[in-house]
């Protein structure tokens, strides 16, 4: 790693740490783990409580990190796990955003797991 992937490293993870924390501060039932990499920002976790969806915080939670991303120009990755019997209701939620399956002809091995499946956004 050179430099310069070094400083875009440190300002992307400092970036979205500090986006972490804002949006658990203005969230505080919501469980959110991301980080940046020098290609990618990981979307670990985001879980909002059962009580609270359904009215757009998830929404705005991806669309914020969407717009960090665009500042960044990296690609956003999920590995979505939903809960039993809501798969399609999560796929669909993350479509609605903008992401797409990494799958098929087109598949991005940089980015793809080999324990779940990936769906990525890019800027």
């Known amino acids: 790693m050179n430099f310069h992937q070094f400083l875009e490293v440190t300002e992307g993870s400092d970036l979205v740490a500090a986006w972490r924390q804002s949006i658990l501060a203005q969230h505080p039932g919501a469980d959110i783990e991301a980080w940046a990499t020098p290609h990618q920002i990981e979307l670990a976790t985001l879980r909002i409580p059962a009580e609270e969806q ?8 991806v669309q914020s990190l969407q717009e960090i991303a665009k500042q960044l120009a990296l690609p956003i990755v999920v590995r979505p796990e939903p809960e039993p019997r ?3 209701k999560l796929i669909s939620f993350y479509r609605r955003l903008g992401f797409v399956p990494n799958k098929g002809r087109y598949k991005d091995y940089t980015i793809s797991s080999p324990f779940a499946s990936t769906m990525y956004w890019r800027p």
Do not use: E, M, N, R
């Not at 359904?54 to 939670?61: H, M, N, Q, S």
């Open 54 to 61: 359904g009215g757009g915080k998830g929404t705005a939670i």
């Open 86 to 88: 809501k798969k399609a």
